[in-house]
């Protein structure tokens, strides 16, 4: 069973009420409820609790989700797909690099 995926006006490939461009296909799973969102925006909207980024000593467990093809994929995977997809090559929003500490643990945290 797959987790789910939470926020505001999330359509069928994940855009959000956020978020809604060609791009913005990923989901992002937060440690602090075990659910995807797809953007931290949908995270502090429809939570009562301070987002908890994936921790770095999790990144071997999936954590990121396409929206096109469903699949699942850890972190450094994310990192190293240059904003592409490594199941289904649709290709992923470069503008969630510039906020990836709100997504997971980064280099100084």
Same mark, same amino acid.
């Given at each position: 069973?797959?987790?789910?995926?939470?926020?505001?006006?999330?359509? $069928?490939?994940? /855009?959000? &009420?956020?978020?809604?461009?060609?791009?913005? !296909?990923?989901?992002?799973? %937060?440690?602090?409820? =075990?659910?995807?969102?797809?953007?931290?925006?949908?995270?502090?909207?429809?939570?009562?609790?301070?987002?908890?980024?994936? $921790?770095?000593? /999790?990144? &071997?467990?999936?954590?990121?989700?396409?929206? !096109?093809?469903?699949?699942? %994929?850890?972190?450094? =995977?994310?990192?190293?797909?240059?904003?592409?997809?490594?199941?289904?090559?649709?290709?992923?929003?470069?503008?969630?690099?510039?906020?990836?500490?709100?997504?997971?643990?980064?280099?100084?945290?």
């Amino acid at each position: 069973m797959s987790l789910p995926i939470r926020g505001v006006d999330v359509g $069928p490939d994940t /855009r959000c &009420d956020h978020y809604d461009s060609e791009l913005d !296909v990923v989901a992002f799973r %937060f440690a602090c409820c =075990d659910a995807y969102y797809p953007c931290f925006q949908c995270h502090n909207a429809v939570t009562d609790h301070e987002a908890v980024p994936w $921790p770095e000593h /999790r990144f &071997d467990e999936p954590s990121v989700r396409c929206g !096109v093809c469903d699949a699942t %994929f850890t972190v450094p =995977d994310y990192l190293d797909c240059a904003y592409e997809c490594p199941n289904c090559d649709a290709p992923f929003n470069p503008g969630c690099g510039a906020h990836a500490e709100l997504y997971f643990e980064t280099d100084g945290e």
